[in-house]
């Protein structure tokens, strides 16, 4: 019963209140029960119903009730109501007990379904006719203080399962009545019961009504003079959604713990981040120059294209990939040959290894590239492979030549530990506490109030999964090169050429092509490549660069275009997976 509910029920008695001996409301016509006449029926339902101190009522319940066969009778008390989305209000069926002074059935059970408690008595075996049987119990939670009233309200009669002929209602308070009213149907009826009035005395509220059918009830409402009794409602928290993801001193904690790590977090990260930014701020101009030693190419602390992507983004991507075969080719162990559209009747290029002695300058995972480039599927080497053929086949070997980048930064001092395998643990634990947090939301939802913290788990881990891409750390010696590398990539873009080489050339050439596998990293190939071609048309005799070869109508001033062709290129066959 709502709070709303038991205000309008007040205020419905008060109006409708007869002094003692008053006249009686009209009776509605009886209902027609025949059809349930043949399973049994209640002749008379009599409640004495008498409110002692602290709320607490004895009803004394007298049932003539004619039996059809039936082993037991069956009647419903209601014993909840919802009073709000997180709180019910109960009333407490206590002390029950059966007798009958006729030799009808005694033996008591009571079952809770849902908002209603079924009381049933029955016997050993089937009974016929009709007998007396009298239920004595307690209940707790009838009175209602409103304002400066009491007011007892409840379904006192009926809830049987067949039709009642007579159902009577007697409320007993030894404090004066002050109002009385009755209502006859389903719960919340606002139909009138068929009399109700009170005793001389003010005592007794007496009500009747003349046929209820199965499942109707007669419920009675009596005002009392306020703290007649000192009786209060009976309330007990409502588990549902609301109250399940409620804030508590448990939810609060695990709150408030999250807000601890995560601000732990954004800490841990200005620290290791916050290295890098500092560092970077002071030492980037160490590295915004040319990277010329003399007449020779020497870049910021001796960093490979390829090593640049995986340093700037911790990621060893295509395009680092790209870049370190443009490197090769510059410095001379493959060669770079772009075939005739015209011949082909596609773009394509085809990559050849050069011998070149040593190789000592290779770092390893240059070596892995260059053995994935020119080995068959069947282990046996080869000479040359087209650009073309490369997509579909080359996927599973580029992912051992990104591992060996990531294993390079680890071996060249620059980060503690891979940063893939950061990242990757990091994410797996986030994922794993996310699952965690989704599995202990749901538990907790279904049987506590603390499903919030279950919801706090679930953030933690999104946050740690998040977050987790940015804790690969890089050492001391790491955020030292990054910021020269940063300084090295200003240099680049600004696209200044280095002062004191010879305008025209090869090596010229050779010092200017050196720049362009940074230029496909930092995405400044069309600059750089156009200062290639430039500085090949100057030179005598230059129709093709010594790593670059093209058809045979082709001449550098198509350089700039092939360039960028060509990285694009690549990029997508060596990344392409088979079946694409």
């Not at 009209?26 to 101190?53: C, F, K, S, Y």
């Not at 009333?91 to 030799?103: M, Q, T």
């Not at 001193?249 to 807000?259: E, I, Q, Y």
Request: with cysteine.
């Amino acid at each position: 019963m709502t709070s709303a509910a038991l205000v309008t029920a007040a205020l419905v008695p008060l109006a409708g209140a007869v002094p003692a001996g008053a006249a009686e409301a009209p009776a509605p016509a009886p209902a027609a029960l025949g059809a349930a006449a043949a399973a049994g029926r209640v002749i008379q339902d009599e409640v004495v119903l008498t409110v002692a101190h602290g709320g607490v009522a004895h009803a004394r319940e007298t049932i003539a009730y004619r039996f059809a066969g039936e082993q037991e009778l069956s009647r419903r008390f209601v014993t909840r109501s919802h009073d709000s989305i997180t709180k019910d209000r109960l009333y407490k069926l206590e002390n029950i007990r059966a007798s009958s002074p006729d030799g009808g059935p005694t033996r008591v059970t009571t079952s809770v379904d849902d908002t209603e408690t079924v009381l049933k008595v029955g016997g050993s075996g089937a009974v016929t006719g009709t007998h007396k049987i009298v239920l004595e119990y307690d209940v707790r939670g009838l009175v209602t203080p409103i304002g400066a009233t009491e007011e007892v309200r409840w379904p006192a009669a009926g809830g049987w399962g067949v039709a009642v002929d007579d159902a009577r209602v007697t409320v007993v308070s030894a404090a004066p009545i002050r109002s009385v009213n009755c209502f006859a149907g389903p719960l919340q009826s606002a139909i009138g019961c068929s009399q109700y009035s009170m005793s001389h005395s003010r005592t007794e509220g007496r009500f009747d009504q003349q046929g209820l059918l199965p499942g109707e009830y007669l419920t009675v409402v009596a005002g009392l003079p306020g703290g007649a009794t000192g009786g209060k409602p009976l309330f007990e928290r409502r588990h549902t959604v609301a109250t399940a993801f409620s804030v508590n001193g448990v939810t609060a904690a695990a709150l408030l713990g999250l807000l601890i790590l995560l601000g732990g977090g954004f800490v841990l990260l200005y620290l290791l981040r916050g290295r890098d930014a500092r560092v970077v701020a002071g030492k980037a101009a160490e590295g915004d120059q040319a990277p010329v030693a003399g007449a020779g190419f020497e870049p910021p602390d001796g960093v490979r294209p390829g090593q640049i992507g995986t340093l700037v983004d911790e990621q060893a991507d295509v395009i680092d990939v790209t870049a370190t075969i443009v490197d090769l080719a510059v410095r001379g162990y493959l060669l770079i040959e772009e075939e005739d559209r015209a011949v082909t009747g596609k773009l394509d290029w085809t990559l050849r290894r050069l011998d070149r002695p040593g190789g000592e300058d290779l770092l390893a995972y240059e070596r892995v590239l260059l053995d994935a480039l020119f080995t068959e599927a069947d282990g046996s080497p080869r000479r040359a492979v087209k650009l073309s053929d490369l997509g579909g086949t080359f996927a599973t070997r580029l992912a051992k030549v990104r591992s060996a980048m990531y294993d390079d930064v680890v071996a060249q001092g620059w980060f503690a530990r891979r940063p893939d395998t950061v990242r990757s643990r990091w994410t797996i634990a986030g994922l794993v506490l996310i699952v965690l947090g989704v599995a202990g939301t749901v538990a907790l939802a279904l049987t506590t109030d603390f499903a919030l913290a279950g919801l706090a788990v679930i953030i933690a881990g999104a946050a740690m999964a998040y977050g987790g891409q940015y804790m690969p750390a890089k050492t001391a010696r790491g955020s030292t090169v990054l910021a020269h590398t940063i300084g090295f990539r200003a240099f680049l873009e600004r696209g200044e050429l280095p002062e004191g080489t010879e305008p025209a050339s090869q090596q010229r050439i050779a010092l200017f092509s050196r720049f362009l596998p940074y230029a496909v990293v930092f995405g400044t190939v069309p600059t750089w490549a156009g200062i290639v071609k430039d500085a090949g048309e100057r030179a005598e005799g230059a129709d093709n660069l010594y790593w670059y070869e093209g058809p045979a109508e082709w001449d550098l001033s198509g350089f700039a275009e092939s360039m960028r062709t060509f990285v694009l290129a690549t990029s997508g066959s060596i990344s392409q997976s088979r079946g694409m």
